[in-house]
C-alpha cells in the first residue's frame, strides 16, 4: 500500500492557509515564552508542531500558484495535516448564508472533508 497521497488544489489552498497559521501561532508561544524569567523550556510538543508545520508548508509553497495537484508522503506530513485540516474546514462551516461565495465554499468544505477522511 502506498503512503503518497495527492492533494487537490481546493485542499492545498486551505491547507497552506492553515499551516500558516499554525506556524504564526508557534512563533506566538515562543515569542511568550522567551519573555519569561525564569525561562521555561519549550515544550516538545509545541516544537514538534512548528517542525512538522514547517516541513508541510515547504512542501505546498508557502505562497504563490496553487499547482494542479501536490504528492504527499503521509508517513512525513499526515501529523502536521491532522492538527490544521479539522479548523479550516470548521472555518469553512462559518460563512453567513448571504455570502455570494457560499455555494464555492461549500464546495470547498466537502473537498477538504473528503480528503481529510482519506488521509
Known amino acids: 500500500m502506498s503512503n503518497i497521497l495527492t492533494i487537490p488544489p481546493q485542499v492545498v489552498s486551505r491547507l497552506r492557509e492553515g499551516t ?3 506556524l504564526e501561532y508557534g512563533a506566538q508561544t515562543i515569542q511568550r515564552e522567551a519573555g519569561t524569567w525564569p525561562k521555561a523550556e519549550l515544550p516538545l510538543s509545541e516544537r514538534q508542531l512548528m517542525e512538522r508545520a514547517w516541513a508541510l508548508i515547504d512542501l505546498l509553497g508557502w ?3 496553487i499547482p494542479p495537484a501536490i504528492a504527499v508522503d503521509m ?3 499526515a501529523p502536521a495535516q491532522d492538527n490544521v485540516l479539522p479548523h479550516m ?3 469553512l462551516l462559518e ?3 448571504d455570502d455570494n461565495r457560499s455555494a464555492e465554499r461549500e464546495a470547498e468544505y466537502r473537498a477538504v472533508r473528503a480528503f481529510d477522511a482519506t488521509a
Open 20 to 22: 500558516h497559521l499554525q
Open 63 to 65: 505562497t504563490g500558484d
Open 75 to 77: 508517513r512525513e506530513h
Open 89 to 91: 474546514a470548521e472555518t
Open 95 to 97: 460563512i453567513p448564508d
